[in-house]
């Protein structure tokens, strides 16, 4: 294969990938000028801003609060999409299984705006959550559901639902049904099947909804804004709020941190990921 024919896709890619990158890069290097002071005669550059976020404790309990939420919703809605997964492929009625897909992935064609404002007045104390439980036989509730951690984590569980399910739907559609069927014959039971032979195969497309849930939750600004009412602090919201007081070097520390963090756990799952890849493969 000639040299022509190797550089061809890069050729191609060049024009999307500059569109894509140039950009990203342009944004990283304006944070990161603004993100230093220079000293008089603009001498520099200053770290004083960096020293003074990442000295002070209150920094460090809002990206431990980002940070606790994410992991929190990242789990949570692994937990409800595998297994919504498994069901939307169980169906095989043509017209449930579009039913099916339409009734997860419709709320995308909705802002998220909406969707979190739906969700405070369903949570609040008279709401149709807490109406339920008071009118159960159990005479629950009522609860607090709203303004606090446990009713942004609900709303962006429901909000990054759809993106966790896609791939994870997509790892199991390539795994060979023969798998389950050999699982079977050799008397394996069903959740023996899920366990020892679906799960572990259909493992890279829930670290793939793993990375796309986690960046989209550390990063989440109007769910937390909304549910939390000013007392669910993350680093989205300390961006926004020193933005608006013309703080714009410790917006641009803060920002530049949330995307560290978010890169970071993107590489620690691909790099779980390509372990996992390099065990089935030795």
Known sequence: MSASTNTKPLLLLAPSALVVMAPFVASLV???AYSVDYGPNGVGPDLTIWRNFLSDGYSWSVIATSLRLAASVTLITLLVAYPTACAILRIRNPLLSAIAYVILFSPLLMSVVVRSY???LL?????FVNSLLAASPFGLGPYRL???????????????????????I????????????AAADLGAGPAAIVWKVTFPLSLPGVIVAAEIVFALAVSAFVTPSVLGG????????????NI??????????????LLAIAVGALLILERFNRSTFAKRAG
């Open 123 to 127: 949570l609040a104390d008279r709401g």
């Open 146 to 168: 709203i303004y606090n951690e446990t009713g942004v984590v609900i709303a962006l569980v429901h909000i990054l639902l759809p993106f966790a399910v896609l791939p994870i």
């Open 118 to 120: 739906g969700w405070l």
């Open 170 to 181: 997509g790892a199991l559609l390539q795994i060979p049904p023969i798998y389950r069927e």
């Open 230 to 241: 000013g007392r669910v602090l993350v680093l989205s919201r300390l961006v926004y709020e």
């Open 244 to 257: 608006g007081n013309v703080q714009w070097g410790l917006a641009a520390v803060q920002a530049l941190i």
């Open 30 to 32: 304006i944070l990161a």
